[in-house]
């Protein structure tokens, strides 16, 4: 028997591959997304509970202070929110002064949901609550990885969401499957 027969040589990879390879066993991109996901819907649920329907008015909210007032249905259909639901919270919402319903000079047939000053003012409080629990979350990371890490999130998932509203993807995201 030869020696160059008995001989098993393992293939190599290149070197390349390895480059990147997180040493030990990895729980996989999914877990970690996971993870995250869960406890930053736990966290920023947290900071959003004294806003009627919690995570979910607060994007409402945000919507609102943030661009052009919004008809009700346009709004309802940005946010995957059904148009019955999003009556009753905007009904909530007017109840607590935070927003008002305001006819569409274009169109007597709608309304128009302005935010109120009050309204901006909750917001601005609530945002820094959502702010605080995002940075503890990632308190793990020093601070300049945090950057780079929410850049990073941020460049993947407009790439795959490029004619997708950002709010519409957190609020279809956040909210859990009806059944």
């Known amino acids: 028997m030869s020696t160059r027969a008995s001989t098993v040589r393992k293939p190599t990879a290149p ?18 997304l996971v993870a995250l ?7 920023v649920e947290a900071a959003t509970e004294d806003l009627p329907d919690g995570m979910r008015g607060y994007q409402v909210l945000r919507v609102v202070v943030h661009d052009a007032p919004p008809t009700q249905a346009s709004l309802a259909a940005r946010l995957g929110i059904d148009r019955t639901v999003m009556t009753y919270l905007i009904d909530r919402y007017v109840e607590c002064g935070f927003v008002e319903r305001r006819q569409d000079p274009a169109d007597r047939r709608a309304r128009r949901i302005v935010a109120t000053a009050r ?3 909750k917001l601005a409080e609530v ?4 702010a605080d629990a995002e940075e503890d979350l990632l308190s793990g990371l020093p601070p300049e990885d945090r950057v780079r890490f929410r850049d990073l999130l941020e460049r993947a998932a407009s790439s795959i969401t490029e004619d997708d509203d950002p709010c519409g993807v ?3 995201a956040a909210t859990p499957p009806a059944g």
């Open 15 to 32: 070197a390349a591959a390895h480059e990147h390879a997180v040493p030990g066993p990895s729980l996989g991109l999914s877990w970690s």
């Open 37 to 43: 996901l869960r406890e930053w819907s736990t966290r």
């Open 119 to 121: 309204g901006r003012t």
């Open 127 to 130: 945002d820094v609550r959502v």
């Open 170 to 172: 957190v609020a279809r």
